[in-house]
C-alpha cells in the first residue's frame, strides 16, 4: 500500500478514478462476496479468519464505490442456504454480523444487506402478497403484473442493480436478485473476495462501460413492451364494459377513451391501496418478530 494517500484513494487511484468517473457510471452495484473460506485455506488462517477479512473488505469495498460516486451497494451476506453450514461457522458469521454490521450501516447509510435471503423465496413470497391482495378483494385478477411483482419485492425502494459483481472465479448467480438481475452488466472476477481490490472493481466498471448502451437498449425496450402490455390490458378490459353496456360500435370513441382513463385511474388507486395495506402487513409482521419495547 502507497504511503502517498489522498483522502481513501492513492494518486494514482484517484487518477484513474477520475478517467472511469468520465463515463457512464453504474449507480448501484450489488456483490456476491464469494471465496472466504478459500482464502483462509490458502493463507493458513482459520475460517473464521478469511470471514473477518472478508468483512473489512466489504467496509473497504463501500468506500472506494463512495469515492468512485457509487450511490447504492447490495450484497449477499448470508444465503437461506448457508444455514447447512456448520453450527460453529453458522455461529461465527452471526458473531461477526452482531459485532461489525451495526457499526457499519451508520457509516455506510447506501448499504443493503441481504441477510438470510434467497431470490426464489423472495420472488415467491411476492406472488403470495399479491394473492392476499386478490383476495382481500383489494386487487383485480388483472391488476397482477410484471411492474406490480417488482413492488412487492424487498427491493422496492431501490433501482435494479446496475452492475453485479462475483467474486472467486464461481460462474453463477446462486439465488441472488434473479428478477433484478435480468438487464444488469454480469461480472464473474476470480480474485477471492479478500483479496479483492480498487483495480478488480475498476476493471469490473469497465465492463459495464463497453456493454452500456447494449444493456440500456434492452432495458429501454423491456420497459416500452411492458407499458404496450399494460395498454392492451386496460383497453381489453375496457372492451368487456363496452360490450356489456352494448355499446361497442367505433362511434363510441370519445366513450372508449375516457373509460380507459378511468380504468387506468382506478387501478393506480386499488394499487396505491394494496401497497399501503401490504406495507402495514409488513410492519406488523416485523413488529411482532422484534418488538420495540415501550
Ligand atoms: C462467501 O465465502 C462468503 C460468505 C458466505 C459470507 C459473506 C460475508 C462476508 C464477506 C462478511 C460480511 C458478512 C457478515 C456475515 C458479517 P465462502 O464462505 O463461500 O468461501 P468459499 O467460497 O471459499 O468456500
Ligand atoms: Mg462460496
Known amino acids: 500500500m502507497s504511503w502517498i494517500r489522498e483522502g481513501e484513494l492513492t494518486i494514482i487511484e484517484r487518477f484513474c478514478a477520475n478517467i472511469i468517473k468520465a463515463g457512464p457510471m453504474p449507480k448501484h452495484v450489488a456483490f456476491i462476496m464469494d471465496g472466504n473460506r478459500r482464502y483462509a485455506q490458502k493463507c493458513h488462517v482459520e475460517r473464521q479468519q478469511g470471514h473477518s477479512q472478508g468483512f473489512d473488505k466489504l467496509a473497504q469495498t463501500l468506500r472506494w464505490c463512495l469515492n468512485l460516486g457509487i450511490r447504492e451497494v447490495t450484497v449477499y ?46 420472488i415467491s413470497n411476492a406472488v403470495r402478497e399479491m394473492a392476499w391482495g386478490v383476495e382481500q378483494g383489494l386487487l383485480e385478477p388483472s391488476d397482477v403484473s410484471e411492474s406490480l411483482l417488482d413492488k412487492c419485492l424487498y427491493t422496492n425502494n431501490s433501482p435494479d442493480p446496475d452492475l453485479l459483481i462475483r467474486t472467486s472465479g464461481e460462474v453463477r448467480l446462486s439465488d441472488f436478485l434473479l428478477w433484478q438481475t435480468s438487464h444488469s452488466c454480469l461480472v464473474f472476477q476470480s480474485v477471492l473476495w479478500p483479496e479483492y481490490s480498487f483495480w478488480n472493481l475498476c476493471e469490473a466498471i469497465l465492463q459495464f462501460q463497453m456493454n452500456y448502451s447494449a444493456l ?55 394499487i396505491q391501496g394494496f401497497l399501503q395495506a401490504l406495507e402495514h402487513k409488513r410492519a406488523d409482521f416485523l413488529e411482532r418478530l422484534c418488538p420495540v419495547s415501550a
Open 77 to 122: 451476506a448470508f444465503s437461506i442456504e448457508n444455514f447447512k453450514r456448520s453450527k460453529e461457522e453458522v455461529d461465527g458469521l452471526m458473531d461477526l454480523a452482531r459485532q461489525k454490521f451495526s457499526r457499519l450501516l451508520e457509516e455506510q447509510c447506501f448499504l443493503n444487506v441481504c441477510f438470510a435471503y434467497t431470490s426464489r423465496h423472495e
Open 216 to 270: 440500456q437498449k434492452a432495458r429501454d425496450s423491456y420497459l416500452e413492451e411492458r407499458r404496450r402490455q399494460q395498454l392492451e390490458r386496460d383497453q381489453a378490459y375496457v372492451n368487456k364494459k363496452l360490450q356489456q353496456e352494448g355499446s361497442v360500435s367505433r362511434a363510441d370513441s370519445r366513450r372508449r377513451r375516457s373509460l380507459l382513463q378511468k380504468c387506468t385511474a382506478l387501478r393506480e388507486e386499488r
